[in-house]
T-cell receptor, first 115, second 114 residues
Framework: AQSVTQLDSHVSVSEGTPVLLRCNYS??????LFWYVQHPNKGLQLLLK????ATLVKGINGFEAEFKKSETSFHLTKPSAHMSDAAEYFC?????????????WGAGTKLIIKP | DGGITQSPKYLFRKEGQNVTLSCEQN?????MYWYRQDPGQGLRLIYY???????QKGDIAEGYSVSREKKESFPLTVTSAQKNPTAFYLC?????????????FGSGTRLTVV
């Protein structure tokens, strides 16, 4: 069975400093992994995705994530935080099968940016 | 521009009432999904539909019902059987056969029981 664990419920960083949001997954096959961002009272937006191509994935707004199979991790990083990055971030693994591609969601990490 | 529209943005329900949340997409996506979001939890799947006139229960379908009479529309009814309906509801769609494109989400409906 697939599962995903976001290791921190809250992360607080100062503006201009690096961001690291941690995600570990469990999957019995080669997974597809995603990061989504949700700003307060908004829907979710896809930040980036890993689909068995390059292990370092670049997304929107300067975010990137690295797929590490040996560590079963897919951590999200950004070199320099901006106030507009304050939001909740969800790590997601895709369910099995070709047509049944339901997503399995982590509990979310709230990113707080200090001025 | 293509997208998903959820309405209303805020909805208040009295005890014992059924309410229906609207979800419409003009992306020509085959698959549509309803999720429930509670504070401190990931999204939980209520129902999904991969083709018109067909839908399947997700992880928390009890107390909810859906229909898929048109490709563009996937309304969710929260029935009086749902004991704790206060939550943020998100509708999503995806193109069948292209799962790695990810989902497109609506902006959500916040339902509150009064």
């Amino acid at each position: 069975a697939q599962s995903v664990t976001q290791l921190d419920s809250h992360v607080s960083v100062s503006e201009g400093t690096p961001v690291l949001l941690r995600c570990n997954y469990s999957s019995s096959y080669s997974p597809s992994l995603f990061w989504y961002v949700q700003h307060p009272n908004k829907g979710l937006q896809l930040l980036l995705k890993y689909t068995s191509a390059a292990t370092l994935v670049k997304g929107i707004n300067g975010f990137e994530a690295e797929f590490k199979k040996s560590e079963t991790s897919f951590h999200l990083t950004k070199p320099s935080a901006h106030m507009s990055d304050a939001a909740e971030y969800f790590c997601v693994v895709r369910g099995p099968g070709d047509s049944n591609y339901q997503l399995i969601w982590g509990a979310g990490t709230k990113l707080i940016i200090k001025p | 521009d293509g997208g998903i529209t959820q309405s209303p943005k805020y909805l208040f329900r009295k005890e014992g009432q059924n309410v229906t949340l609207s979800c419409e997409q003009n992306l020509n996506h085959d698959a549509m999904y309803w999720y429930r979001q509670d504070p401190g939890q990931g999204l939980r799947l209520i129902y999904y539909s991969q083709i018109v006139n067909d839908f399947q229960k997700g992880d928390i379908a009890e107390g909810y019902s859906v229909s898929r009479e048109k490709k563009e529309s996937f309304p969710l009814t929260v029935t009086s059987a749902q004991k704790n309906p206060t939550a943020f509801y998100l509708c999503a769609s995806a193109k069948q056969g292209h799962p790695n494109y990810g989902y497109t989400f609506g902006s959500g409906t916040r339902l509150t029981v009064v």
